[in-house]
């Protein structure tokens, strides 16, 4: 199986904008670990996973090893999506919650994210989106190549 041009800007796109994720969710106080420590797993395991997978075509070693790539290729992407849209919705559930405040029993009104905190978790929400679409044009993609 040949790596297509629109296959390799779609892995680069990937690699850019899952880096953009994780590093904007890693700069921020994560008031949230249980949700953003998710995302933060799913960016950074996706992030690796798609470095090995486009290493083993752009060194050839594809070519070598007897697998099904374009199946193996439609359910990682396939999966890796389900998981990045799953990410994304919490990202964007722990921006929302920018306005509530960070301890109910507290007698001060800090909120959950500050201001800046909150400004680089809408960043990482759209990051997080786009990534979530380029993995999905990628199961789109390797979809087509599988079926035909």
């Known amino acids: 199986m040949k790596?297509?041009?629109s296959s390799l800007f779609v892995l680069l796109s990937l690699q850019l904008f899952g880096t953009i994720v994780w590093i904007l969710v890693a700069s921020t106080r994560v008031p949230l670990p249980l949700l953003q420590g998710w995302v933060m797993?799913?960016?950074?395991?996706?992030?690796?996973?798609?470095?090995?997978?486009?290493?083993?075509?752009?060194?050839?070693?594809?070519?070598?090893?007897?697998?099904?790539?374009?199946?193996?290729?439609f359910l990682f992407h396939g999966a890796t999506f389900?998981?990045?849209?799953?990410?994304?919705?919490?990202q964007a559930a722990t921006t929302s919650l920018h306005h509530f405040p960070r301890g109910f029993n507290s007698t001060t009104q800090e909120k959950i994210l500050a201001d800046h905190e909150y400004n680089i978790s809408i960043a990482a929400s759209i990051f997080a989106f786009a990534t979530a679409v380029c993995y999905g044009c990628s199961t789109a993609l390797a979809l087509r190549r599988w079926r035909l």
């Open 3 to 5: 790596l297509s041009l």
């Open 82 to 90: 389900v998981f990045y849209f799953g990410a994304f919705v919490l």
């Open 41 to 73: 797993f799913v960016a950074v395991t996706a992030w690796f996973l798609s470095i090995v997978f486009l290493c083993v075509f752009l060194f050839g070693y594809a070519n070598r090893i007897a697998v099904n790539w374009n199946q193996t290729d």
